[in-house]
């Protein structure tokens, strides 16, 4: 019954639940590996039990596989014999007693407040394109927009001097504020640099490229690219990476998480609370760095 029970259940995946063919991959792998063991133990693997599917689990444990493995396992064994259940080829499921290992905290990447003055000091504004790059650069820090609301950005959502527009995830409009620092950098690049990219085209996008087009998410990252390689300081960070050093710097100058919520437009607090464990693990290096004697 072993192998014929197996494959009914990916022939289930495939035509009842439509998954791809990578996912039925990934669960294919995964029983044909449990199957293994049984046979191994000379067990049979519709008739395994808890403590023995323990057994096979701590063996994932001892070969130091990922907790995200783990679990992907646990989530595959639990479907597996759920459906064995509901087709009733065994009276109850004895994947139902394992526990998720607890997920690990990853922590976002951040850069420090004297990093990012630096960045910004880096960028040579007498270049080609060095005042919009200063603008983006800014401008994606200090509003915490993720890369894709930034290439969206029009001239039209800009509801005042220093207040515009951002449409965000599930298509959720939210309100940003920056400051006029800010606002200087992004109207020295409008001024100055803006049409001449344009070459006479019409566009109402705000950050553009030299054939005239809205800049592109690579487009994005490859202008960061170069003003990382541009500043000397040997660190290499993403858009999102200043989304994230956003929030912390907030967060450390005494702003309320939910204020942060919104500036980000996180849908859930908890989304934000991560912050919270990022600036401890920060406070704690820091901390390590002082030489007390």
């Known amino acids: 019954m072993k192998k014929d029970s197996i494959n009914d259940y990916l022939k289930y995946l495939k035509y009842e639940k439509d998954c791809s063919d990578l996912t039925i991959k ?12 049984a046979i191994f133990k000379n067990l049979e693997i519709d008739l395994i039990n808890l403590e023995q599917i323990k057994s096979y689990m701590y063996l994932l444990y001892e070969q130091k596989y990922a907790k995200s493995t783990i679990s992907q396992t646990i989530s595959i064994l ?25 997920k690990e905290i990853r922590l ?34 200090a ?8 290439t969206s950005v029009k001239l039209s959502d800009f509801q005042s001097d220093n207040i515009i527009r951002v449409i965000g995830k599930g298509n959720k409009e939210r309100i940003v504020f920056f400051d006029n620092y800010i606002k200087k950098a992004v109207d020295e690049y409008i001024e100055l640099e803006r049409n001449i990219l344009l070459k006479e085209n019409k566009s109402d996008y705000l950050f553009v490229n030299n054939k005239s087009f809205p800049l592109t998410d690579r ?35 005494g702003m309320d998480l939910r204020q942060i919520q919104t500036i980000l437009g996180h849908s859930s607090i908890s989304t934000t609370q991560i912050y919270t464990h990022l600036n401890s693990d920060q406070l704690i290096k820091q901390y390590a760095k002082l030489d007390i004697r």
């Open 108 to 141: 976002p990447k951040v850069l420090y407040e004297n990093e990012i003055i630096a960045l910004v000091e880096s960028i040579d504004l007498k270049k080609k394109f060095g005042k919009r790059n200063k603008a983006l650069f800014l401008f994606l820090y």
């Open 219 to 253: 487009g994005v990252r490859d202008i960061l690219n170069r003003i990382a390689d541009n500043s000397h300081l040997n660190i290499r960070f993403s858009p999102h990476t200043l989304r994230h050093s956003l929030a912390s710097h907030l967060l450390n100058n």
């Open 143 to 150: 509003t915490g927009m993720r890369v894709s609301e930034l």
């Open 78 to 102: 639990k479907s597996y014999y759920n459906y064995l259940v509901i087709n009733q080829k065994i009276e109850f499921s004895p994947a139902s007693g394992l526990i998720y290992p607890k």
């Open 26 to 37: 990934s669960y294919a792998c995964v029983l044909n590996a449990i199957n293994q063991y």
